[in-house]
Structures are given as C-alpha cells and as structure tokens.
C-alpha cells in the first residue's frame, strides 16, 4: 500500500496487470467516510452545545442529517473525481473500462486520510471559539475563514490534494491507457482550476 504514495508509476504499472479487486478501494472510502462523519458529528454537536437550549433541542435530527450527509458526500466525491477524470481522458482518446479508473482513483484518495483528521483538529479549535448566537450566517461565515488556523487548514488540503493528484496522474496514465504528458493534462486541468477557485476565495478573506 505504501508504494502506490512513493512510486505511484510502479504500482500501478503492477496493478494493471491484475483483475480489478473492490476491497482495498472501499476500505480506503470507507475509513474517509468514517472521518468525515466523525467531524461532521463533532462539529454539529460544538455548534449545538453554543445555541439556545430550544435550539439544541433538534441537536439529534440535526447531528443525524449531518452523519449521513457526510458519508454520502464521501462517496459522491469519489463518483465525481471518477467521471471528471474519465470524461477530460476522452479529450486524449483515453480507452479503458470505468470501473478500473474508479479503482485506481481510490488510491488517489489515500492523502486525504491524514488531511481530513488535521482538518477535522483544526475546525473543532476554530469552531470552539465562535459565537453562533450571532444571527447573521454571513459574518460567522467571516468569523470562521478569517481565522489563521482555517487558512493553515485550506493551505494544507492543497498540499495533500497535489500528493493525491499525483497518484491520479498514473492511476490514469495505466487505466486509460493514455500518455503521461496526457495524464498530467487529464489531472491537472480539474485540479488547477479547483486550486484557483479556492486560492481566489481565500485571497478574499485576507
């Protein structure tokens, strides 16, 4: 597992060789979706715990919708990494099943274990000193991404998701049988954009 972080290019060189296996992929889903409920819960339940008391009475309802939109936003996200990357491939005259690069894309997933725990350390800290008594949604809004550590935060997640395209690069380099110099496009055209979008709303803040 360790060498799909260190020399992608190798292991999926391997990987293409053999059937398309879901175990690994979804256990790689399945521990994201594990975190991201726990954030979501943690963080609803700190915003909860700063309301009124007739607030934090749908505490459940609201901690619940929380849980399970977080998982199902897990999964959405892989499904979506896949099909950008499988419809920009096209462009290259990509060839290969979907279901390989679905596979391969997991992998590509792997940094954002250890981002999505930093992220989930850093949101409680900040969330913990908000004041959602406040009723404008817009300045806690302010509140929470004008703080420094929030900035560290989404500095970090970019750094990782540079880690992770990385790994996507070769993931479909070998799933779509596509060129390297091909793959890079395929990658980093969603990528840089997504980058831009989010160095443009931080900027903002600033």
């Excluded at 996507?168 to 496009?185: E, P, V």
């Amino acid at each position: 597992m360790l060498e799909v972080l260190t020399n992608p290019n190798s292991f999926f060189k391997r990987k293409i060789k053999e059937d398309i296996e879901w175990k690994t992929p979804l256990m790689i889903i399945g521990i994201l979706a594990v975190i991201a409920a726990i954030s979501a819960y943690i963080v609803t339940m700190t915003i909860m715990e700063l309301l009124p008391a007739e607030a934090a009475a749908f505490a459940g309802i609201g901690t619940a919708f929380a849980v399970v939109g977080a998982i199902i936003g897990t999964l959405l996200a892989w499904f979506i990494y896949t099909v950008i990357f499988y419809l920009v491939s096209i462009i290259f005259h990509g060839e290969g099943d979907f279901k390989r690069v679905a596979e391969f894309v997991s992998y590509g997933l792997i940094p954002s274990i250890p981002a999505s725990l930093i992220n989930l350390y850093m949101t409680r800290n900040v969330f913990a000193k908000i004041d959602f008594t406040v009723t404008d949604q817009n300045l806690i809004t302010e509140s929470i991404m004008s703080d420094p550590t929030m900035r560290i935060a989404t500095i970090l997640g970019l750094i990782f998701l540079l880690w992770s395209a990385n790994i996507w690069i070769f993931g479909l380099m070998y799933s779509r049988n596509i060129s390297l110099k091909n793959a890079i496009m395929t990658v980093g055209i969603p990528i840089v954009i997504y980058m831009l979008y989010t160095l443009a709303n931080l900027t903002m803040l600033l």
